[in-house]
């Protein structure tokens, strides 16, 4: 006893002598999305209701904040709460909220702001603010034309995004697939565009023709795409502004898999030539061609890797389909893949750090990412089957599709979009008009 | 009395069951050998006797000894009907990627071109195309509809 | 080919009818569990109570050893090694420029600038504010050997606090409790980088915050490193809503200075 007494002395002498702070290591917290309050938007007196072709919008306060709400609640970062319970008025709120209120619904962070709307003006300021420390974190505005309030609604939430996560977003963008409809064995396909929370669809392509795979170049303009126009099946450029189509290069055979390089001034493809499919790239403006791979197996589905130094590709040439990495003029092909079973679509992520793909083993279908050298392989999504996942432009979240199981008369069948976060969370269906398939991303719209 | 009904019950349940199975095997036994489709249940005809095309294993594109023989007949009639042209179409199951399927089809097809070729047709007779996986003739998602789709169909060109 | 397709179903059908008339019925309903609540239940001692405290003195011995050695060694200037990530293909700076030339860019609503900033109320100096970084810098050069050391030696730390500091084993358990409820982890977060921020306070007598501070605080406005400022942000947010914070009731010598060390490696290694 006495020796324990002693020791509890000499404890407090080395304690002062030493002005020691107590450390306390904190490992642990929770995955919960973030509670966010996003309040309407305050409507500015004097402003007009936006129009939108024939159709009259009303509420463009609430219109915009819904807008963000969505984004904030699919990406599975943020929980944006119930409107029913904010206790301030949206106009009072965005000049001077009163922070007791919003902690009383457990919000941590909260976004406010004003619109105004004239004849050719849309304007909208936000802020956001920190809840819990009570201070403002963001404030900015915006102005444009009256009918592209979305985008402002999808730039809001990136910047929110990026202050509360550290990361760019990806809600100011669009994607493009193939919209599917008819029986399975003669299925009528056109090519669609819409923002990425399914707002806005266009059709691109009138499906007298099967069109498939299509890709966005890097400034978002042009997208390039497979087409079996005239019964042949050739790689074309798309002018999504004019509507243009022309054919890729003038290539005796079919070409097919396009994709852009980083700096969108070539179109990277496989060639079919006398049944021996390479890898070859085509200058956009000098229509100079590159054969990139020589060998007698299947080369395709390549991708570049962000800096436009490499390239993955999808081959046969060990037996089965593997991914290699090869340099961007063809040297020093790599395959990267090892493990049991096939492994198809390889893309690069934009921020260069992995590479997704499609996996196909015992019968299921996987979407998976790895590193470039091909080490960390996880697995993220089991299906019946899914295929060709692409990256949105942070980085984060990989958006693929899925075809269900089908009868011989072909009931049951349907294609949907789907989407999953990189940590296998928040996996997704993405409502489209009608089935969907091989879809693709484009960059943020406003870089 | 119980006894007897449960007996009853249980050898009708066994005879029951040997007949399902002997109805499965019929089923693989005749219509596919290995992976390779062999029946004739999608299968059209150029002419008498001159089926219009063959099948594949699963990622192959190999020609069987019954491909072959298919591809003999089909070049015999080709060399009497010297004026017709036709496309070949290469195809794919649905059980792979999309763009690899792609490339399979176009090998597939090119498989049965050249083979047609070493019998004496012109290869200026002959077009290809690969449609993968985008037209299959079985809607189903069963082992039987996929080699029933991995095909490789020659259609005379009007 | 019909005929078997026809003796299949019948045979099929007979089967499955004496199947459900002849075995017993095997159908249990689904048990509905109420869902799992995980409760921590913490007993609070004034003593750690360790079993054998003859060892005590020892190993006390031996601490307090290490620690003289220690602080000879941290004076030497840090060597830090950047970690080579091969995965890592970084952007050329070109590509931005060349984007632009080609691009005829239509709608992009337009940033305005320079007219809010005044019309809010709450334009208080944040803690983040990079004006202060430079007072803040110096600060941090201090601590830079000594934090450096400190970084790969937690779990030594963990042992230094239950026997030489003020906070018992169970009295710590009972804060981290506390914080691992209040602490939103920002799911953004990239995986394997240091994911460590270390807020130095100083606390009142009821567990309430006086000051916070943030160490390493040169990380916050580092290229590359802009999730460090959202891990800071949440770590500071999980403090203020758990105030007051679950402190003993006595002792307040002890703890009043308390450092907590956020690390979001553990949870998010997935």
């Known amino acids: 006893m006495k020796k324990l007494i002693l020791t509890i002395f000499c404890l407090f002498l080395f304690n002062s002598s030493a002005k020691a702070v107590v450390e306390v290591d904190i490992t642990r917290g929770n995955l919960d999305p973030l509670p966010i309050a996003v309040s309407p938007l305050h409507v500015a007196l004097g402003s007009i209701d936006v129009k939108e072709g024939e159709k009259v919008i009303k509420n463009i306060g609430e219109k915009i904040s819904g807008v963000v709400e969505i984004n904030f609640k699919r990406s599975g970062l943020f929980n944006p709460l119930k409107k029913e319970s904010f206790v301030q008025n949206p106009d009072i709120a965005h000049i001077k909220p009163r922070f007791e209120d919003w902690r009383l619904i457990k919000a941590q962070a909260l976004v406010t702001g004003k619109v105004t709307v004239t004849e050719d003006k849309l304007r909208v300021e936000f802020r956001l603010w920190d809840v819990v420390a009570a201070k403002e974190m963001i404030a900015l505005a915006f102005s444009t034309t009256p009918n592209n309030w979305r985008r402002v609604a999808h730039i809001i939430s990136d910047k929110v995004y990026q202050r509360l996560t550290g990361e760019e977003g990806y809600f100011d963008t669009r994607i493009v697939y193939v919209s599917e409809t008819g029986p399975k064995t003669q299925r009528y396909k056109k090519l669609a565009i819409m923002d990425q929370d399914g707002a806005n669809v266009k059709y691109l392509t009138l499906g007298n023709e099967l069109v498939l795979t299509p890709r966005f170049s890097p400034t978002n303009q042009l997208v390039t795409y497979l087409s079996y126009f005239k019964n042949l099946p050739r790689v074309y450029l798309l002018d999504i502004e004019t509507g243009v189509q022309e054919v890729v290069g003038d290539f005796p055979g079919m070409t097919f898999a396009p994709r852009f390089s980083p700096d969108g001034k070539k179109i990277i493809m496989s060639f079919a030539k006398d049944g021996n499919s390479d890898i070859y790239t085509m200058n956009i403006n000098t229509r100079v061609v590159e054969k990139i791979t020589e060998h007698t197996s299947i080369d395709t589905s390549p991708s570049f890797s962000p800096d436009g130094k490499y390239i993955c590709f999808n081959s046969d040439r060990s037996g089965l389909q593997q991914i290699y990495v090869m340099r961007s003029d063809g040297s020093q092909v790599k395959r990267i893949t090892f493990g049991k079973g096939l492994y198809g679509t390889p893309v690069w992520s934009p921020r260069g750090d992995l590479i997704a793909f499609t996996k196909v083993h015992k019968g299921k279908f996987y979407i998976g990412v790895m590193r470039p050298d091909g080490s960390g392989e996880r697995l993220l999504t089991e299906n019946f089957y899914q295929e060709a996942p692409s990256w949105s432009p942070n980085g984060r979240v990989l958006i693929f599709y899925r075809e269900t199981k089908s009868d011989s008369e072909g009931k049951g069948f349907s294609a949907k979009l789907w989407s999953i976060d990189l940590t296998g969370y928040n996996e997704r269906l993405i409502e489209t008009e009608t089935d969907g398939s091989d879809p693709s991303w484009s960059s943020l719209l406003s870089k | ?158 | 080919m019909t005929r078997s397709i026809f003796l299949s179903l019948v045979f099929h059908s007979a089967m499955i009818i004496l199947t459900a008339i002849s075995l017993p019925f095997m159908m249990r309903t689904p048990v509905d569990l109420p869902p799992i609540l995980s409760v921590d239940l913490i007993q609070i001692t004034d003593k750690t109570s360790i079993p054998f405290a003859a060892k005590a003195a020892k190993t006390l011995e031996k601490i307090k050893k290490e620690e003289e050695e220690r602080v000879v060694s941290e004076q030497a200037p840090p060597t830090e090694k950047k970690k080579e990530k091969p995965d890592r293909i970084p952007l050329p700076d070109d590509l931005n420029k060349e984007k632009k030339e080609i691009v005829k860019k239509k709608q992009n609503p337009k940033e305005i600038k320079d007219e809010i900033r005044q019309a809010s109320e709450f334009e208080k100096e944040e803690l983040f504010d990079p004006n202060q970084i430079a007072a803040l810098i110096d600060k941090s050069k201090e601590d830079t050997a000594q934090t450096l050391k400190k970084d790969n030696k937690i779990t030594q730390s963990n042992v230094k606090t239950s026997f030489a500091k003020g906070l018992t084993l169970s009295q710590e358990d009972a804060l981290k409790a506390q914080i691992f409820g209040c602490w939103s982890l920002p799911l953004g977060l990239p995986y394997h980088k240091n994911l460590l921020v270390r807020i130095k306070l100083k606390l009142k007598a009821d567990g309430t915050v006086l000051k916070s501070e943030i160490l390493d605080h040169a990380r916050m406005n580092q290229p590359g490193q802009g999730f460090y400022k959202v891990l800071a942000e949440s770590a500071l947010r999980a403090i203020r809503i758990c105030q007051p914070l679950r402190v003993p009731p006595t002792g307040y010598e002890k703890w009043k200075d308390l450092q907590l060390n956020f690390d979001a490696n553990e949870m998010l290694k997935g």
């Open chain 2, 1 to 158: 009395m119980v006894l007897e009904t449960n007996l009853r019950k249980i050898l009708v349940v066994i005879l029951a069951s040997i007949a399902l199975t002997a109805c499965a095997t019929q089923k693989k036994a005749g219509k596919m050998t290995g992976d390779v489709y062999t029946g004739t249940d999608t299968v059209e005809y150029l002419a008498t006797g001159v089926r219009d095309r063959v099948f594949f294993a699963t990622n192959k594109s190999t020609l069987t000894t019954a491909s072959r023989d298919t591809l003999r007949k089909q070049a015999a009639w080709m060399r009497k009907k010297s004026s017709l042209k036709f496309t070949i179409e290469g195809h794919a199951d649905e059980r792979g990627t999309r763009e690899y399927n792609l490339a399979l089809g176009e090998r597939r097809a090119n498989a049965v071109k050249d083979y047609l070729m070493t019998y004496g047709i012109s290869g200026s007779r002959l077009s290809v195309i690969s449609y993968g996986k985008e037209r299959p003739v079985n809607s189903g998602s069963n082992p039987l509809a996929w080699s029933q789709n991995r095909r490789s169909v020659t259609v005379k060109v009007d």
